[in-house]
T-cell receptor, first 116, second 112 residues
């Protein structure tokens, strides 16, 4: 089975702090994604990556950056955390077999971030 | 952007069939339709995927009409453990760039 792990389940940070959220997948998937999930808004795509050192903006990239130095690891960075970034953050990965973003996504358990 | 619309919530009883419909009027030619299930404090989990007509697996069926502007997830004989949020996802690579749109989810509550 595909396993996607996230570095923390719960995280509390202060406004202005730099925050790193780490995601690791063990199935050699080419594509990796970061979402945030908020009540009433569903899942919204922040960034995704289809190869090492490659990244594409999703629907809500403002205030975030990403890093993919190795195929199995995709990091989400909040350069200066703000209270409106309090949310559940979900990482996902997919293989690349021609369906583009229609590939089946495998999600991690999520990181619940609270910014005070 | 292929916006999706789902009912916010649905209630059912154990043993009944549940049908959840997702509208995606702007679906593109290359888009697939995927449904995910999410329990509290967990990431979404794949249920079923289709492109057109009908797809069936061991847990659900997916009905997609010819115009592909909507899709219906069918859960046969639900149980209490099917209480979860169900998401419809439309996505694929298109000539206009990458598009990936989750619906806001349908909270299904199954009671005895």
């Amino acid at each position: 089975d595909v396993k996607v792990t996230q570095s923390s389940r719960y995280l509390v940070k202060r406004t202005g702090e730099k925050v790193f959220l780490e995601c690791v997948q063990d199935m050699d998937h080419e594509n990796m994604f970061w979402y945030r999930q908020d009540p009433g808004l569903g899942l919204r795509l922040i960034y995704f990556s289809y190869d090492v050192k490659m990244k594409e903006k999703g629907d809500i990239p403002e205030g975030y950056s990403v890093s993919r130095e190795k195929k199995e690891r995709f990091s989400l960075i909040l350069e200066s955390a703000s209270t409106n970034q309090t949310s559940m953050y979900l990482c996902a990965s997919t293989q690349n077999s021609g369906r583009g973003l229609g590939e089946t996504q495998y999600f991690g358990p999520g990181t619940r971030l609270l910014v005070l | 952007l292929a916006k999706t619309t789902q009912p916010i919530s649905m209630d059912s009883y154990e043993g009944q069939e549940v049908n959840i419909t997702c509208s995606h009027n702007n679906i593109a030619t290359n888009d697939y339709i995927t449904w995910y299930q999410q329990f509290p404090s967990q990431g979404p989990r794949f249920i079923i995927q289709g492109y057109k007509t009908k797809v069936t697996n061991e847990v659900a069926s997916l009905f997609i009409p010819a115009d592909r502007k909507s899709s219906t997830l069918s859960l046969p004989r639900v149980s209490l453990s099917d209480t979860a949020v169900y998401y419809c996802l439309v996505g694929g690579l298109t000539g206009g760039g990458n598009k990936l749109t989750f619906g806001t989810g349908t909270q299904l509550k199954v009671e005895l």
